[in-house]
């Protein structure tokens, strides 16, 4: 009779092992997500002669601007007003399509045109607020902030 050492399993006790694991020879191609692709370099421009609004570094833009399109999109643009102030080129922002749509950045081409300042907003923009910020804003619209 013959009886396991002890720690011992016996072959058909764990799961299967499978054969093939290892890849074949060759040159690996993986797909890559697209989301891993680097994003293109754009080099906005600034547009002349636009003062109507907020200055970019307001407390206002992060105020009333982060609760309508976010806080990743507000940074976006503040990186591209800088951008463009400066002359430099930058990396593609993942909130661009959203700063175009909002009216804040303007495609012309494959230019991108950012203005000096950031526009106040709209009545469609203002009624998106939440209730208390809404209010705040309208506040400081009488004020002539």
Do not use: C, K
Request: proline share 14%; aromatic share 4%; net charge positive.
């Amino acid at each position: 009779m013959t009886a396991p050492m002890p720690g011992a399993h016996p072959r058909n006790a764990r799961p299967p092992i499978p054969r093939d694991a290892a890849p074949a020879p060759g040159p690996v191609r993986s797909a890559v997500r697209p989301t891993a692709l680097p994003r293109p370099w754009i080099r906005p421009r600034l547009r002349a002669g636009d003062g109507a609004g907020f200055s970019p570094d307001d407390p206002a833009v992060r105020r009333y601007w982060t609760a309508l399109i976010g806080p990743g999109a507000v940074a976006d643009l503040l990186r591209l007003t800088a951008a463009a102030r400066t002359g430099r080129a930058l990396r593609q922002p993942l909130h661009l399509e959203l700063l175009i749509s909002e009216g804040i950045v303007e495609r012309i081409g494959a230019v991108i045109v950012v203005r000096p300042t950031v526009p106040r907003l709209s009545p469609g923009h203002v009624r998106r607020l939440r209730p208390a910020l809404r209010a705040e804003y309208r506040a400081e619209e009488g004020r002539g902030s």
